[in-house]
């Protein structure tokens, strides 16, 4: 009787054991359902934004910057960079000023006092 007692007490406490991990895994995967349902909005997110960049529009604009500011070419396309050399801007000279030398006050007195 007292190994027929020990054996039910071994399988109520593996039963229970087993529960309780059982109860941890649902949990586990309730978090991952979860995140899942998150990921999956946001590929849905990133997916729209895709299908709004995929047009021929967008591609030949990606195109000339690519060109442009990145200097790069196709695989079947010969990239030539071309070294300008420009010629240095003339110094602009100032225009001789016409006004005297003598102070701006001195000059209101003229007009003012006209004689």
């Keep these: 009787m007292l ?3 020990l054996a039910a007490a071994y399988f109520v406490v593996a039963f229970t054991q087993q529960a309780m991990r059982a109860r ?4 586990d995967i309730a978090e991952h359902q979860l995140a899942l349902t998150k990921l999956r909005a946001e590929n849905d997110a990133l997916q ?8 021929d529009a967008y591609f030949t604009y990606v195109e000339q910057r690519a060109r442009r500011d990145l200097l790069l070419a ?3 396309e010969t990239l ?3 070294n ?3 010629t240095t801007p003339a110094t602009i000279k100032p225009a001789p000023s016409a006004q005297p030398d003598e102070p ?12």
């Design 74 to 76: 196709n695989a079947d």
């Design 3 to 5: 190994v027929l007692l």
């Design 104 to 115: 701006n006050w001195k000059r209101w007195i003229e007009v003012f006092d006209q004689r």
């Design 80 to 82: 030539v960079l071309v």
């Design 48 to 55: 729209d934004q895709t299908n709004l960049y995929a047009t």
């Design 24 to 27: 941890e895994l649902r949990a």
């Design 84 to 86: 300008w050399v420009g």
